[in-house]
């Protein structure tokens, strides 16, 4: 038995240390890790240190010796994770919407535990951008657990739903007030979805049978019910991806087959917006001709007209007649003295 209880833990410091301070670029010798041993109370022969990264090679660690010199260095050379895949990550987390700052910064920070320290360097750079707009609802994090858990155990939820408002007196101008009177909603949640940098919720509404989608970072207090989630032909046929393609920033409308024209230079933008699996008919004057399903809302009308005379709208004629009063409404607003 050794004397010195954490002499069992030698190993493990061992590695720690090689993953924490090696990489690719940096090394370190048995007497770096030595001294490190004995900063923290082990005492360590040079054979045993060799012994110990024979061990940790056996245990399927990318260890590699190199000389410098007379210096023999160990380094850790690979990972779990290749730095760029890491970058990423953080960039993934620092850009999301729906993750507010404290809990961006939680999260930076343990990817950077993957890395060694010189890499968590690179991706301490990476945090330093532009600001982003952040969600101020801390519960968001654990909401995206809870309807995750829902889903999986295809159970009901009820939850309140708020929205901003200006307040008509006090310090603060914006508040968050509840929808629907205060009341609770009550869901059968079908999947959720990423889109425009906010996370929603696909459910079908237990009371009207129809389907419809919620931003997580304004629903509050989630209580997963004992009721079973509700089926039904609105919701089950739904096609999660098409869905979120035909429907433009999360805001509803009426689900309408529709022909769309566009200049061929615009091939890039509706291949991003609808998928390359998109209807498309290529025509004789430098446009071509898409089919495709779309909820026909002010939002839709918008993103058609940011491409002014690049794009029309052929069929329906509804689909026209809404675009034409759209464009009439933003006309007269401004036409208004």
Same mark, same amino acid.
């Given at each position: 038995m050794p004397k010195n209880p954490k002499q069992k833990?030698?190993?493990l410091y061992v590695m720690q240390y090689l993953s924490s301070n090696t990489d690719e670029d940096y090394? +370190?010798?048995?007497?770096?890790?030595?001294?490190?041993?004995?900063e923290r109370g082990i005492k360590a022969e040079r054979k045993s240190i060799y012994d110990d990264i024979e061990t940790l090679r056996d245990y399927g660690m990318d260890i590699v010796k190199t000389k410098v010199g007379k210096a023999s260095l160990y380094s850790l050379v690979s990972r779990d994770f290749e730095i760029a895949e890491l970058k990423l990550l953080v960039d993934a987390v620092q850009s999301s919407k729906f993750i507010t700052k404290s809990k961006s910064a939680s999260l930076i920070?343990?990817?950077?535990?993957?890395? /060694? +320290?010189?890499?968590?360097?690179?991706?301490?750079?990476?945090?330093?951008?532009?600001?982003?707009?952040?969600?101020?609802?801390?519960?968001?994090?654990?909401?995206?657990?809870?309807?995750?858990?829902?889903?999986?155990?295809k159970k009901q939820?009820?939850?309140?739903?708020?929205?901003?408002?200006?307040?008509?007196?006090?310090?603060?101008?914006?508040?968050? +007030?509840?929808?629907?009177?205060?009341?609770?909603?009550?869901?059968?949640?079908k999947a959720l979805s990423w889109d425009d940098e906010n996370y929603y919720l696909i459910a079908l509404d237990t009371e009207k049978d129809k389907v419809k989608h919620y931003r997580v970072d304004k629903m509050e207090n989630i209580e997963i019910?004992?009721?079973?989630?509700?089926? /039904?032909?609105?919701?089950?046929?739904?096609?999660?991806?098409?869905? /979120?393609?035909?429907?433009?920033?999360?805001?509803?409308?009426?689900?309408?087959?529709?022909?769309?024209?566009?200049?061929?230079?615009?091939?890039?933008?509706?291949?991003?917006?609808? /998928?390359?699996r998109v209807f498309i008919s290529p025509n004789t004057d430098g446009?071509?001709?898409?089919?495709?399903?779309v909820m026909?809302?002010?939002?839709?009308?918008?993103?058609?007209?940011?491409?002014?005379?690049?794009?029309?709208?052929?069929s329906p004629k509804k689909a026209k007649d809404g675009f034409v009063a759209y464009l009439d409404s933003v006309r007269d607003a401004y036409a208004k003295k």
């Open positions: 833990q030698k190993l090394g +370190v010798t048995v007497g770096d890790i030595i001294d490190y041993l004995d920070k343990k990817i950077e535990g993957l890395a /060694s +320290v010189n890499d968590a360097k690179k991706l301490h750079r990476q945090v330093i951008v532009a600001d982003r707009v952040k969600t101020s609802n801390e519960r968001v994090y654990y909401n995206i657990d809870a309807i995750n858990d829902a889903i999986n155990a939820i009820a939850f309140y739903y708020t929205q901003w408002a200006i307040a008509d007196s006090g310090l603060k101008r914006l508040v968050r +007030v509840r929808r629907h009177d205060g009341k609770r909603y009550q869901v059968s949640p019910l004992s009721e079973r989630s509700k089926a /039904s032909k609105s919701i089950d046929s739904i096609d999660m991806a098409a869905y /979120s393609k035909q429907i433009f920033g999360m805001f509803g409308g009426e689900l309408t087959g529709v022909r769309l024209r566009f200049d061929n230079r615009l091939i890039g933008v509706v291949v991003d917006r609808f /998928s390359e446009t071509f001709t898409v089919a495709t399903d026909l809302s002010p939002q839709f009308y918008g993103w058609l007209f940011s491409f002014g005379d690049q794009a029309k709208i052929l």
